[in-house]
């Protein structure tokens, strides 16, 4: 079946510009997660939405960052203003759901390089 | 302290060597672990559960230790595709996720 899909893969953008990235789950997957990385640095995570249940923000760096999910499904995530150091690879990934035992399944990412 | 801390690495083992990877987490209401693989510039992608009384799979064990708050990944017999970035991964109640760091592992023919 299909895993988690995002797109772009890769977006190159001038520092100032917003930028916005999609994440399409798993189908029937419940949970959705972003995460960061930069170059050689390990997984930050940014925010998790979970059903119906207001999303955990509590990874945003900024308010410059926004993320939201339509439907329980399609969540994208949306980067305002952007800054050199907002460059690197977001990750999303999903999981079927609340419960132990329910690992993450993870998209190829999109590289997001600010120049 | 993090919430999960691994061994800083990186490990160098020759082809055939075992490797054990540990990883410790503070949150005592952590509920589910996982180990992950990432090979350099691609996602992360699952490698095992982390069950209470151990499991294995193949060349991997993975055993955890409630009460020292403890996880382990065995490798035995080190294939040269076993190299890349091990991450420890620890959930709590109410799905908060949390990833290690990450150790770094290189086989060496």
């Known amino acids: 079946g299909a895993g988690v899909s995002q797109s772009p893969s890769n977006k190159v953008t001038e520092k100032g510009k917003d930028v916005e990235l999609r994440c399409d789950p798993i189908s029937g997957h419940t949970a959705l997660y972003w995460y960061r990385q930069s170059l050689g640095q390990g997984l930050e995570f940014l925010i998790y939405f979970q059903g119906n249940s207001a999303p955990d923000k509590s990874g945003l760096p900024s308010d410059r960052f926004s993320a939201e999910r339509t439907g329980g499904s399609v969540s994208t995530l949306t980067i305002q203003r952007t800054q050199q150091e907002d460059s690197a690879v977001y990750l999303c990934?999903?999981?079927?759901?609340?419960?132990?035992?329910?690992?993450?399944?993870f998209g190829d990412g999109t590289r997001l390089s600010i120049l | 302290r993090k919430e999960v801390e691994q061994d800083p690495g990186p490990f160098n083992v020759p082809e055939g060597a075992t490797v054990a990877f540990n990883c410790t987490y503070s949150?005592?209401?952590?509920?589910?672990f996982f180990w992950y693989r990432q090979d350099c510039r691609k996602e992360p992608k699952l490698l095992m559960s982390?069950?209470?009384s151990g499991n294995e799979d193949g060349r991997f064990t993975a055993q955890l230790n409630r009460a020292s708050q403890y996880i382990s990944l065995l490798i035995r017999d080190s294939k040269l595709s076993d190299s890349a970035t091990y991450l420890c991964v620890v959930k709590t109640s109410y799905d908060k996720v949390i990833f290690g760091p990450g150790t770094s592992l290189s086989v060496i023919p």
């Open positions: 982390v069950y209470s």
């Open positions: 949150n005592s209401a952590s509920q589910s």
């Open positions: 990934a999903s999981s079927l759901g609340q419960g132990i035992n329910q690992p993450q399944h």
